[in-house]
């Protein structure tokens, strides 16, 4: 299976950066996210993630480093948590990670709104500070 | 010469006086986004936990009149978008963020009652609402609500809602939000 890389922007297009990687299991999301077709872009993520979790089987590590991103990039989030979530239960071994940077000046609503991740997906998101 | 375009110009500008760093109409593409978002950047540098929350509602707000104006440009790669207007002031304590787009008055009702229903919530119940509306399955509109949602979240205070007619079919939706400095 076919690693996934895509160098982020923040000039005109404003996506992340995207490292999965099919032999380490290892997959990071990083930089900011607030494109405008989100459903394009975030597809063939989930495809990868879909395809890792059905065939590959092996662990996986979701690793979250976004300092940005907008409410439809959220929602992308949300749906690839959904998919880690499906495979933990059906006994696939998923950690994820978010790191965040303490010197932000707004970091409780950024706590917050992976709080409100957790609680939606009901996956365990490991807070990990830079 | 259009001396009365010109005297227009020149209220327009008196109106807006000295306190409105920024103030913008047209077609709000992914290049607008970037230039008046860095912009945003450099103004609010000596006001940084106000400046990244200005950054996050004008996102939210913009691709809302991107998306969702009734106004439509066509730009060169023949795109289709949104037109509206944005505008902040600033006052010595916090900053307002507007914005202000035509909407179709059959859609108005919608975009008033959920307005509504976010001033009425505290933030416990806001952050619960965002959770249910953002599991609903995509709609054409729904996406609009959220983003006003989390603009309610991030400012922490009410939006300040506007509607007014302009002809048989469109109104003018405007919205103004403060953030603290």
Same mark, same amino acid.
């Given at each position: 299976m076919e690693n996934i890389h895509i160098e982020g922007k923040h000039g005109v297009n404003f996506i992340p950066t995207v490292d999965f990687n099919a032999e380490t299991g290892v997959c990071e999301l990083a930089g900011e996210s607030y494109l405008e077709d989100t459903i394009e872009f975030y597809t063939p993520l989930y495809d990868w993630l879909k395809q890792y979790t059905t065939e590959v089987k092996k662990p996986l590590v979701f690793n979250f480093r976004l300092r940005y991103f907008n409410t439809s990039s959220s929602k992308c989030i949300i749906d690839i948590l959904n998919i880690l979530k499906r495979y933990e239960t059906a006994g696939g071994d998923v950690t994820v990670n978010w790191y965040y940077?303490? =010197? =932000?000046?707004d970091i409780e609503d950024e706590l917050e709104e992976i709080e409100d991740f957790m609680i939606e997906t009901n996956i365990k998101i490991n807070l990990v500070p830079n | 010469m259009d001396n009365q375009l010109n005297s227009n110009i020149l209220d327009l500008y008196r109106t807006l006086g000295n306190n409105t760093p920024l103030s913008y109409k047209g077609p709000i593409d992914d290049h607008i986004l970037q230039v008046i978002g860095t912009y945003i950047g450099g103004l609010l540098k000596h006001s940084p936990k106000a400046g990244k929350k200005v950054f996050k509602i004008f996102i939210e707000l913009a691709q809302n009149i991107s998306y969702y104006s009734a106004e439509r440009s066509k730009l060169s790669n023949n795109k289709d978008i949104g037109t509206g207007m944005v505008l902040i002031s600033e006052q010595a304590e916090y900053y307002t963020f507007m914005t202000g787009n035509l909407v179709k008055t059959d859609d108005i009702i919608t975009i008033i009652e959920k307005s509504e229903v976010i001033n009425s919530l505290d933030r416990e119940e806001l952050r619960q609402y965002k959770r249910e509306q953002r599991k609903l399955p995509p709609g054409k509109k729904g996406g609009a609500h959220i983003g006003l949602i989390q603009v309610a979240l991030t400012s922490s205070n009410p939006l300040d809602i506007e509607v007014n007619p302009v002809d048989d079919e469109h109104s003018f939706f405007s919205i103004a939000v403060k953030i603290d400095k």
């Open positions: 940077d303490a =010197e =932000e000046e | -």
